[in-house]
Each structure stands twice: as C-alpha cells, then as structure tokens.
C-alpha cells in the first residue's frame, strides 16, 4: 500500500468537484436563464398551485382558526389539527400523539399550534397496495384524529370538516381542492393518473361512523409548496423584510416560489386560481412548484464541469438514470453513495488496495450512508479512525486490511468536497430562482453587470430576501447550511458590490408540510373566489 502524506494528490483527486465564488456567480446567471426556459416550455417541472400570492401574503392580517391537516410524505403520514393565531402569538407547547411537549424558547412565539397531531409509518405493504386500500388505510388515519378533534373541540358532526392535504409527489393541478397525480415513485406501486381529493374523499368515508363529520378537501399542495406557505403565514414581512421561498433539502430536493402566471407554459396554467375578493387577475403571482432536480438543470451543471465521472456512475447506477440530476449532487439520498464511489476509487487507484480486501459493506450499493458522513469531520483524526473502525470492522474484511488515520482524513476531504460543491450549487440554484421571480435584478452577460448596481440602487434601503429551509441534510450533512449562506453572501457581493440591493437570509421552516396544509386550508376559507384565468 503507498503512504498517504501528500496533500497535493487528494487534492488533484477532488479537483472534479471543484467550486468556488466565481464559479458559483456564474452558475447562478446559467440557473437564472434555465428556470426561465423550464417555466416557459418545460412540462414537469414549474408545476403551478392554483392560488394567488395575495392570498399568501393577505395586507389585513393573518388568517385565523383551527384547521384538519394531513401529510402525505414518502415514508410517514401525519395528521393533526393546525391553530392558526392570526398576527397573535401562542406560548403553549405542541401536542404531539395526545402528549403536550415543551416547545424550545425560539419557538414559543409561533403563531400557530399543531394540536393532536399523529403519525404512522407508510409501510412497505401499503406503498405496493392499490390505490383503494391505500387511501383506504389513510382514511382510517383521518378519521381517528377526526374523533378525537370532536371530543377536544366539540366539533358539530353534522357540518363538512374543511381539511387541507401536503403531498409530497408530482400532481397536476387546476383547482385548489383536487389534484391528478403524476407517477409516484418512492417505493410506491400507484402509476396511474388518479383524483386525490376523491380517492381521500373516499378513503374517510369508508373508515368514518356516523357520529363523525364529514369533511371537504379545501386545499391540496406539494410540500415544497407548504414550506413556502407555512413560510410566509409565521414571517415577520415589512418593507425590508420579504420571506421569498421555500426550500427542500432533505432526502430530496426542491425548491418553491410565487412566480407570474404569464412565465409559465399555457398548457400547465391552471384553469382556476384562488384570489382574494378585491384580486385583480391581471398576471397573476402564483405559487410555483419548480420539481428543480429533474433533468432540465443538468445542462448547466454540465457546461461549468460540475458533473464528475463519479456522479456519472451513480446516476448510471440508479433505478432512474439521468432523471433527477441535481438531487445526485445535493440531497440526502445520494451524497453517502457518491462518497462510497470516491473512495473506492482513490484507495483502489491511489494506494493500490484491491476492493476485494476492503470490509464488504463498503462494496455494497449505499453500504456507506449520509448520516455517517453528516458528523465525519475533524479535528481529531483519532477519532475519525475509530468511526471508521466501528462502522466497517478491518475484521470483516477477506484480506489483512487496517484503517488508517491518514485514510480516515481522505475521507473526510472527500466529504466535505462533495458538501462544499452542494452547497454552492444550491446556493446558485436559489439565486436564479429569485431572479426569475424579479427579486433580484440578475440578468444579462456577467461582464456588463459585475458591480455596476451600486449607482442604480443609490440609498434604498436593502431588502432582506429570506429563504424558508427544512430538511435534514443541509442542516447536519458537515457545513453545508453554513457554506450555502456564504456562497449566497459572495455570489451577491460578485454581483452587485458593496452596495446590493438585497441580502438573502436563509431561516428555518421545519415540519412545513402538515403547518403549510393547516395554512392553506384557511387561506382558501377567506375572503376569497376561484377566477377563471
């Protein structure tokens, strides 16, 4: 085996996923230019909700009420009832199962309660069902909170329950309250094009007694969408202050934000849009499920050299090659097995160990996990070693194989390459976003724009562009939320000098699905109509 002591040759390895200011600033021009295209001619991507930012962002005050939630994710189904407080602010802890837990000091202003929430794991068994016994199932769930709402609440049993719905799938939409559902994935069997505010409908009354009421889907949304509503509904909005999207980095990732009607191709508009009573529909902002991990990006990360050959194999490796080519890059999913390929490589390639002595987890399909690189970082190198060490046994290996410290640091500059090239690509993608919705005033060749802002925005005070996230890998995989704001910081300041117009900020907005659904549902029970747009 060679002796691992010459910084240059990891480095020269790791050059493939090289990212930097520069780089990134660019990336974000080329983002900016591609999201504009998938929204004009792009048919699975830019998926429009079909309701107005009016209703998200309504100037008399926050909705009030207490609302039937549901959460449709790939592995758990949550429901509960969300409490929305208006412009008050609640101090009570959530109750969780029917348990009160005490809610942590930062979040006990929230002006909104998750009350009798519940949640179940989707198993296996469930995914592969039919539609109808799936819906099934999740009608019983339903109607389980159901009774317990009506003796907590002393809901009347003989008026329509209205319930908002999070999905976290593709779907189709051209009104409010239903959906027709693209190809599922995730482990799910369902393919076909199927109505889930009837099938949910259905699910409940099948499960339902008749001391229950019945309830009415007023609200459907995907979950990158919910984190935009949840979002905005608890933001502090003024006029220096603007939350501006929603955004998923987790497992998956994805991206939401309100865009005009007119950016998006007619045959993806929705027939109807939710507007408050005084709306004009003239272009119309609605919000805007971008699905940005889908194949439309990957010209772009292929003309600045972002896709290595190790990414290649992992994609080609995959049950949907080529399909989601951003999300290889930057979520939860993958970023365990590209590391997994990396450094199979270099101490195949590098130091001349022959896979086959190596501990036979490593050489399994996604043996190396996310989570165990999440906390994999120094500064004890000692104690890398021993993770290592616990996580693949030397002894389980073929051949005499030992781990070593110098090893154990290559896998840390492995992963933490992988975690800088995600951050500045979603860093990039975000502020392309924002430039397609003009909230940032990008555009046009780089060398016409570097610093020339500073005189047009004169003394206008500086909007404060704050980005919603949730998801756990951008908050544990190594520094990966700490470097996305730095690449966002340096990527504004390539732009536009030391005189922006705008900062982007990016804020919590965790368990968005089953709040953004409680939101919504009462967004859509207010001073509102459905338009013909």
């Known amino acids: 085996m060679k002796d691992v002591t010459m910084d240059g040759d990891i480095e020269d390895f790791l050059k493939p996923l090289h990212i930097d200011q520069a780089k990134a600033h660019a990336l974000a021009h080329e983002f900016h230019r591609t999201f504009q295209h998938l929204s004009a001619n792009s048919l699975n991507q830019f998926l429009p ?117 999070t999905f976290s799938f593709p779907m189709v939409q051209e009104t409010l309250a239903d959906a027709t559902l693209m190809a599922m994935g995730k482990g799910f069997a369902i393919s076909s094009r199927l109505h889930l505010g009837t099938h949910l409908t259905n699910g409940y009354e099948k499960s339902k007694t008749p001391d229950l009421p019945p309830i009415k889907i007023a609200a459907i949304l995907n979950d990158a969408v919910a984190t935009l509503v949840s979002f905005i509904y608890q933001s502090k909005e003024d006029s220096s202050h603007k939350a501006a999207m929603g955004l998923i980095c987790g497992t998956g990732s994805n991206a939401t934000i309100p865009l005009k009607r007119s950016t998006l191709h007619k045959d993806k508009q929705p027939g109807m849009v939710q507007v408050l009573d005084e709306d004009s529909t003239d272009d119309l902002r609605i919000a805007v499920n971008t699905e940005w991990s889908i194949n439309g990006t990957a010209p772009a990360l292929r003309k600045f050299g972002l896709v290595s050959q190790w990414d290649t194999r992992l994609d080609n490796e995959g049950e949907a090659p080529g399909f989601q080519p951003l999300e290889y890059l930057t979520a939860g999913r993958y970023l365990g097995e590209l590391g997994r390929l990396m450094l199979l490589d270099y101490l195949e390639h590098h130091l001349d160990i022959r896979t086959d002595t190596l501990p036979p987890r490593l050489l399994i399909r996604f043996g190396l996990t996310t989570t165990f690189l999440s906390h994999f970082k120094p500064p004890d190198t000692g104690a890398l070693l021993e993770k290592l060490e616990v996580e693949f046994p030397h002894s389980t290996a073929t051949a005499p194989f030992q ?30 976003l924002l430039a397609c919705a003009e909230d940032i005033p990008l555009g046009g060749p780089l060398q016409d724009k570097m610093n020339n802002h500073a005189v047009e925005n004169g ?24 470097d996305c704001q730095k690449f966002l910081d340096s990527i504004i300041q390539a732009e536009f000098g030391d005189h922006a117009p705008v900062r982007v900020v990016m804020s919590p907005c965790h368990d968005g699905g089953i709040t953004g659904a409680g939101v919504l549902c009462g967004a859509s029970q207010a001073r509102s109509k459905d338009v013909d747009v």
């Open 49 to 165: 909700t079909p309701i107005s930012e009016s209703i998200l962002r309504p100037t008399e005050g926050r909705e009030k009420g207490r609302y039937l939630a549901i959460d449709i994710g790939g592995t758990n189904l949550r429901v509960g009832f969300i409490e929305l407080l208006g412009n008050e602010k609640g101090v009570n802890g959530d109750y969780t199962n029917g348990n009160q837990e005490t809610t942590p000091a930062s979040e006990s202003t929230s002006n909104l309660r998750r009350v009798l929430e519940k949640s179940w794991p989707i198993s296996d068994v469930l995914k592969n069902e039919n539609a109808d016994s799936l819906f099934r199932w999740i009608g019983s769930c339903i109607a389980e909170v159901v009774r317990e709402g009506c003796e907590a609440f002393d809901i009347p049993r003989d008026r329509e329950l209205p319930m908002g719905v």
């Open 459 to 482: 003394e206008r005070p500086k909007m404060d562009l704050i980005v919603g996230y949730t998801g756990g890998c951008i908050v544990h995989f190594q520094d990966y939320l700490a």
């Open 403 to 432: 781990w070593t410290e110098e090893i154990a640091m290559v896998l840390y500059k492995i992963t933490k390459a992988i975690e800088v090239r995600a951050a500045g690509i979603v860093a990039a993608a975000i502020v392309g």
